[in-house]
């Protein structure tokens, strides 16, 4: 889904923002995987639970209502389906073909997919945390206000 944001977010020129849920170990590996095979160093990260986040998702009735991976940028919020996409053009080239693919499949069937994952996710993640932005290296990456 595509959010307009009501106020312009200040995030560096050619950069978004990843928004993820700091207690799900799936969410942290799946971050970790993205940040990885990202080209020139395009993203930053935020948890879904801090103060500047909340600030911006909570403008937004509909926004503040996703349980879901949210890519920001100055003016428009991603989620699910539409963020994946967006997320997917700014991977090394070896994943981005592959990722490429999923701009062949329907929103609503990524979406569905989405749903259904995001539902198994936590009961398999509850056991251990890993939050990365205790992690040094990715001092760099986080966003803040």
Not at 43 to 61: G, P, T
Not at 108 to 137: G, H, M
Request: proline share 2%; charged share 20%.
């Amino acid at each position: 889904m595509k959010f307009k944001l009501s106020n312009e977010v200040a995030i560096q020129e050619g950069k978004s923002v990843l928004v993820f849920d700091t207690d799900c170990l799936f969410c942290n590996r799946a971050l970790l995987l993205l940040l990885f095979l990202e080209r020139k160093d395009h993203f930053m990260i935020a948890a879904r639970n801090s103060s500047a986040i909340l600030a911006i998702v909570n403008s937004d009735e509909a926004l503040a209502r996703e349980d879901s991976i949210i890519l920001l940028t100055n003016s428009m919020a991603y989620t699910k389906a539409d963020a994946l996409k967006r997320i997917a053009l700014k991977l090394n080239y070896a994943a981005m073909i592959i990722a490429t693919l999923i701009w062949l499949i329907p929103n609503p069937i990524i979406n569905a997919a989405y749903n259904w994952v995001a539902k198994k996710r936590l009961p398999l993640s509850q056991s251990t945390k890993c939050n990365i932005l205790n992690k040094e290296k990715f001092n760099h990456k986080t966003f803040s206000r």
